[in-house]
C-alpha cells in the first residue's frame, strides 16, 4: 500500500515538474517573441530615420546653395531692378530717322502763331510782303501771257493778312497744298515757332534717301513720274510764256495742265515715300524745294517743274537766305524727344 501510494506520489511530482518546465518554455519563448518584436520596432525605427535624413541631404543637394528668405512685411524693402531706358520718339505728325532726329511728315503750311489762321499759300508770310505782291500782279496779270492766262483770277489774299502784323507757325498735315512763296529766313521761323527747327543738309538727305540710303525715295535710279518732279510744263511757261520771268505770280501753283494740277497736295504722290521704322515721309523729291539750314541760303530736292533727275542730291545754292519765289517751301526737323 505504500510503496503506491509513493509510486503515486512520485508520477505526481514528475508530472508537475514537467509542467513546470513546460511553463518556463513557455514563458522563455514568449520574452523571445517580445524580444523580436521590440527589436524589430526599434531596428525600423532607426532605419526609417536614417532613409528621412539621406533623402533629405540627397533633396537640399539637388535643390542647391538655399536662397535667401523673403523679407519681412513691413521689413526695409530690397533693391528694385533698373527700369528700363526709355525709347525716344517723335511727335505724332513726325518721322523717326535713324534713331537720330525727327522730320516732318509731310511739307508744311503755315498757321499764324497767335489765332492759329492759315495764311494764304500762294503768297509770302509776312503782312507787308504779301500786300505788295498783290498789287503788283493785280495789274501785271493784265500784261503777260495770252487771253486764257490774263483771265485767270488772283487767289483771294485774307484781309486780316493786310491788315496786321503776324508769325508764321509750320503745321505738317496730310492732303493740302503746301505753302510757297517762303524765303529761307521766313522759314527758319516757322519752324522756331512750332518748336521745331530747319534741318541740316545732311539730316535732310539721311531722311530723303530711307533706310536702304538710296539716291531716291523708291530706288537707286530716276524714274520718271515716282515723285512730282521734271513735269512736262512749267507754270510761268503756262502763264507768261516765259519760264524766267514773273516768279511771284500767286497764280503759278493753281497752274494745271490736261486737267491736272502741276503742285500736288501733300501725300498725294505716293510712290514718293522714303521710308523709315514702318513709316515714311512725303515728296521730300519734288512738289517743292525745302529750304535747308544754311544762312548762306540753300535749298533741296527739286520742286514739280524743276528738270532734275539728282532725286536726294538736288541742291540750289544760288539764292540768299531772304530769297522767295512760287517753288520754295518749308519742312522741320527736331531733336528727339523722351517718351513722357
Not at 495789274?139 to 484781309?159: F, I, N, V
Not at 496730310?174 to 521761323?189: D, F, H, I, N, R
Request: glycine share 10%; hydrophobic share 40%; proline share 7%.
Amino acid at each position: 500500500m505504500a510503496g503506491a501510494v509513493a509510486a503515486e506520489c512520485v508520477a505526481g511530482a514528475v508530472a508537475v515538474a514537467a509542467e513546470l518546465v513546460c511553463v518556463a518554455l513557455v514563458c522563455v519563448a514568449l520574452a523571445g517573441c517580445r524580444s523580436e518584436r521590440d527589436g524589430g520596432a526599434a531596428d525600423a525605427g532607426a532605419g526609417a530615420a536614417d532613409a528621412t535624413d539621406a533623402g533629405a541631404a540627397s533633396a537640399a543637394a539637388d535643390a542647391g546653395p538655399a536662397e535667401a528668405a523673403p523679407p519681412l512685411v513691413g521689413g526695409p524693402a530690397g533693391p528694385r531692378p533698373p527700369a528700363p531706358p526709355v525709347e525716344p520718339r517723335c511727335p505724332p505728325e513726325m518721322v523717326r530717322v535713324a534713331r537720330r532726329f525727327c522730320v516732318d511728315r509731310y511739307e508744311a503750311v503755315l498757321l499764324d502763331k497767335e489765332t492759329g489762321l492759315e495764311i494764304s499759300a500762294f503768297y509770302p508770310p509776312a503782312r507787308q510782303a504779301a500786300a505788295s505782291v498783290e498789287r503788283a500782279w493785280s495789274k501785271m496779270r493784265l500784261q503777260l501771257g495770252d487771253e486764257e492766262a490774263r483771265r485767270m483770277e488772283l487767289p483771294l489774299l485774307p484781309g486780316w493778312q493786310k491788315q496786321r502784323e503776324f508769325e508764321p507757325r509750320a503745321v505738317s498735315r496730310k492732303g493740302v497744298l503746301p505753302q510757297g512763296y517762303t524765303s529761307g529766313a521766313q522759314a527758319e521761323l516757322a519752324c522756331r515757332n512750332a518748336g521745331k527747327r530747319l534741318c541740316t543738309l545732311d539730316e535732310w538727305r539721311t531722311a530723303c534717301r530711307g533706310e536702304r540710303d538710296e539716291q531716291f525715295p523708291y530706288g537707286p535710279t530716276y524714274a520718271d513720274g515716282q515723285c512730282n518732279v521734271f513735269r512736262e510744263a512749267h507754270p510761268a511757261g503756262v502763264l507768261h510764256r516765259d519760264v524766267s520771268m514773273g516768279h511771284s505770280d500767286p497764280r503759278l501753283n493753281l497752274v494745271r495742265v490736261a486737267g491736272a494740277p502741276l503742285l500736288r497736295r501733300t501725300g498725294e504722290t505716293a510712290t514718293c515715300a522714303s521710308a523709315w521704322e514702318g513709316d515714311a515721309v512725303s515728296d521730300m523729291v519734288g512738289n517743292l524745294d525745302e529750304w535747308v539750314d544754311d544762312p548762306e541760303g540753300t535749298f533741296v530736292g527739286g520742286f514739280y517743274a524743276r528738270a532734275t533727275r539728282e532725286g536726294c542730291m538736288s541742291r540750289v545754292a544760288s539764292h540768299d537766305f531772304a530769297y522767295f519765289d512760287y517753288s520754295t517751301g518749308v519742312r522741320c526737323c527736331a531733336d528727339l524727344r523722351a517718351a513722357p
